[in-house]
């Protein structure tokens, strides 16, 4: 009976630890490979290349820097904006009971349920009704492309924020309101800093989310105008090298750099895990 107790819990284990390394293949794998392609000293992937070269992370720049230059500052103004309107909007969900809160939450969230193709395709039709009946001019404009991407960027901005303070007690805010702060100074004083590493976790989170966006760049992105996942795009339409898996490792090195060096300063582990 013991025995068979045991070889139970043996093989029970080995199957979780069959789970792991399978989970792990399924990460790392693709990651690897995407490497190894950007290696290629080939214009066109072939396999086996005829040799390895570092040579194509070097015309990144000059094949996609305007392209990257855009997809910047599309991301930095709209993760300025979701900031300005998420953060009191996760204060306010968080701290206060009103009628309507739960209406409000889902509403505010609903955009991580839609998909991006529909968001963008709805954002342009609705460009076009307004410019057809008021003759303001909107599709195609930087600034709708600007408001589109806060749409996407603000919902993790405010579910970040609500994470960060359901970890948080009140008794330090009740505290500081006791001692005669008004609750614009609790909020400055001791709410704002309890939320740091969930405003900065927001912060780059809406960032990926913007700078990495195709869908709706791709309904509204401005004439001239092309942002990076865009120019991609349009690249690979015309062009079978590994410089696309050349950006693509570019772009993971740079995000798991910034989330390792801001997990040390800041603990984003504390809000998402």
């Not at 015309?59 to 820097?65: E, S, T, Y």
């Not at 300005?84 to 739960?102: D, H, K, N, Q, T």
């Not at 600007?146 to 579910?159: E, G, K, N, S």
């Not at 780059?204 to 105008?225: D, R, T």
């Amino acid at each position: 009976m013991r025995d068979a107790r045991g070889l139970g819990e043996i093989a029970g284990s080995a199957a979780v630890w069959l789970l792991v390394v399978l989970a792990c293949l399924a990460i790392f794998l693709p990651l690897v490979l995407t490497f190894y392609l950007s290696v290629f000293n080939e214009q066109m992937i072939v396999f086996p290349p005829h040799g390895y070269t570092l040579s194509w992370y070097g015309q990144i720049a000059g094949k996609f820097g305007a392209a990257i230059w855009s997809s910047l500052k599309i991301a930095l103004v709209a993760v300025a904006l979701s900031l300005l309107v998420g953060i009191p909007a996760g204060i306010g969900l968080s701290r206060y009971r009103f009628r309507g809160r739960e209406a409000l939450s889902t509403f505010l969230l609903s955009p991580l349920t839609i998909p991006g193709i529909a968001i963008g395709l709805g954002i342009y039709v609705l460009a076009v009704w307004i410019e057809e009946r008021t003759e303001i001019v909107l599709a195609g404009s930087m600034r709708l492309l600007i408001l589109a991407h806060v749409l996407i960027t603000m919902p993790w901005v405010i579910r970040l924020c609500l994470a960060s303070l359901s970890n948080h007690e009140r008794t330090t805010e009740e505290a500081a309101a006791s001692l005669g702060a008004n609750p614009l100074m609790v909020v400055w004083r001791v709410t704002l800093p309890a939320m740091r590493p969930g405003i900065v976790a927001a912060a780059l989170f809406a960032f990926i989310i913007s700078f990495e966006n195709l869908e709706i760049n791709l309904f509204l992105v401005s004439p001239g105008v092309s942002t990076l996942p865009v120019a991609v795009l349009q690249y690979l339409g015309y062009h079978i090298d590994p410089l696309v898996a050349a950006v693509a490792v570019a772009q993971i090195v740079v995000v798991g750099a910034a989330l390792m060096l801001l997990n040390r300063f800041v603990r984003l582990s504390q809000v998402l895990s």
